[in-house]
């Protein structure tokens, strides 16, 4: 069975400071990665994913993340926050050949000015 | 394009009634899941659709049941309403039971009292 472990329930943050949401997986299989984020009162929406290839993957609005094997980990990164990026993060994980996802706990990211 | 749709957007039932959470999505996509969200414990899998006439389990399958009506629509039906079923129920579906990513409906906001 796989698991998602994001290690912080809460990350509080000044507005342009970088950041840093972390996010561990286990899984025997080879699994696919996907970071989703929920704005306040609204669905999740697809912030990036990595299914293969390159290791660091990034998103349209200045997230990345990086998958490590050997650490088993898929931490989120943004160099410089905006009060706009105040959002609850999701990591998810998909093992190759299935069709469902397990989610971690989520990350509420709080940026203020 | 609408997307994925769910309704109701919210609902307030009294323990022991029942009712259905209704989910379309209009993008042809096969596979459909429904979700359930609550704090801290991120999102769990109640049911899915991995094409139209197949249904599984997911995580979290007790207390509930689902239909899914044709390619479109996936319904998630509660027979007899508990208090530890209020949450926030999503809707999400993919285009294939693989790799892709899911997109979400807004969801609905369920209080059992």
């Known amino acids: 069975a796989q698991s998602v472990t994001q290690l912080d329930s809460q990350v509080p943050v000044f507005e342009e400071a970088p950041v840093e949401l972390r996010c561990n997986y286990s899984?025997?299989?080879?699994?696919?990665l996907f970071w989703y984020v929920q704005y306040p009162n609204q669905g999740l929406q697809l912030l990036l994913k990595y299914l293969s290839g390159s290791t660091l993957v990034e998103s349209i609005n200045g997230f990345e993340a990086e998958f490590n094997k050997s650490q088993t980990s898929f931490h989120l990164r943004k160099p410089s926050v905006h009060i706009s990026d105040t959002a609850e993060y999701f990591c998810a994980v998909q093992n190759s050949g299935y069709s469902t996802l397990t989610f971690g706990k989520g990350t509420m990211l709080l940026v203020s000015p | 394009n609408a997307g994925v749709t769910q309704t109701p957007k919210f609902q307030v039932l009294k323990t022991g009634q029942s009712m259905t959470l209704q989910c379309a999505q209009d993008m042809n996509h096969n596979s459909m899941y429904w979700y359930r969200q609550d704090p801290g414990m991120g999102l769990r899998l109640i049911y899915y659709s991995a094409s139209e006439g197949t249904t599984d389990k997911g995580e979290v399958p007790n207390g509930y049941n689902v239909s899914r009506l044709n390619k479109r629509e996936f319904s998630l039906r509660l027979e007899s309403a508990a208090p530890s079923q209020t949450s926030v129920y999503f809707c999400a579906s993919t285009l294939r039971g693989g790799n892709y990513e899911q997109y979400f409906g807004p969801g609905t906001r369920l209080t059992v009292t």
């Open positions: 899984s025997s299989v080879s699994v696919y």
